[in-house]
T-cell receptor, first 114, second 111 residues
Framework: GENVEQHLSTLSVQEGDSAVIKCTYS??????FPWYKQELGKGPQLIID?????GEKKDQRIAVTLNKTAKHFSLHITETQPEDSAVYFC?????????????FGQGTILTVHP | NAGVTQTPKFQVLKTGQSMTLQCAQD?????MSWYRQDPGMGLRLIHY???????DQGEVPNGYNVSRSTTEDFPLRLLSAAPSQTSVYFC??????????FGQGTRLTVV
């Protein structure tokens, strides 16, 4: 089955800096890659996603890039703000009959210092 | 629109007890799933459903049962609780299997 590795368990940045979190995946059949933000005591919330037919997607201060050849994808947050502090999870799901079965990375705790 | 509603929010069980975690969604989503979240391990899929009457196992299904008799509801049953099932449980739903909406979670402690 799919295995998703999220290499940074913690990341600290100063307000205004950029933050990058990278994930690698193992199943070349995976074709959908979402990123979730989880605040304390809440459920994960989808912040951006990308499909395998696209290399990059942006939404205001956040972007996701995908390298299918190397099987990795990354979350980029620019001009970080203290409210960006949270746990970020990457995930992947294969196509076909397994579509929708998300495999998550271990999570990265992002701390943005004012 | 309430989204995905999970009940209860907190629960303490004794080893060997059974219980049902409730999950309901009002978005008419076909896909629903249950995950457990443990420290340092992300979220792991327990069971999954692509529509009423259809369920499938995820990565960690042992000790849990599910059924999907309606589109709205997807309850998770613990048959005989064990301390290893102490975790935070999240239910999620999605329209197409892609963008998933999560509930607020149920924090379960088994003593």
């Amino acid at each position: 089955g799919e295995n998703v590795e999220q290499h940074l368990s913690t990341l600290s940045v100063q307000e205004g800096d950029s933050a990058v979190i990278k994930c690698t995946y193992s199943d070349s059949a995976s074709n959908y890659f979402p990123w979730y933000k989880q605040e304390l005591g809440k459920g994960p919330q989808l912040i951006i996603d990308i499909r395998s037919n696209v290399g990059e997607k942006k939404d205001q201060r956040i972007a996701v890039t995908l390298n299918k050849t190397a099987k990795h994808f990354s979350l980029h947050i620019t001009e970080t703000q203290p409210e960006d502090s949270a746990v970020y999870f990457c995930a992947a799901t294969p196509g076909g009959t397994s579509y929708g079965k998300l495999t998550f990375g271990q999570g990265t705790i992002l701390t943005v210092h004012p | 629109n309430a989204g995905v509603t999970q009940t209860p929010k907190f629960q303490v069980l004794k080893t060997g007890q059974s219980m049902t975690l409730q999950c309901a969604q009002d978005m008419n989503h076909e896909y629903m799933s249950w995950y457990r979240q443990d420290p340092g391990m992300g979220l792991r899929l327990i069971h999954y459903s692509v529509g009423a009457g259809i369920t499938d196992q995820g990565e960690v299904p042992n000790g849990y049962n599910v059924s999907r008799s309606t589109t709205e509801d997807f309850p998770l049953r613990l048959l005989s609780a064990a301390p290893s099932q102490t975790s935070v449980y999240f239910c999620a739903s999605s329209y197409s299997g892609a963008e998933a909406f999560f509930g607020q979670g149920t924090r379960l402690t088994v003593v």
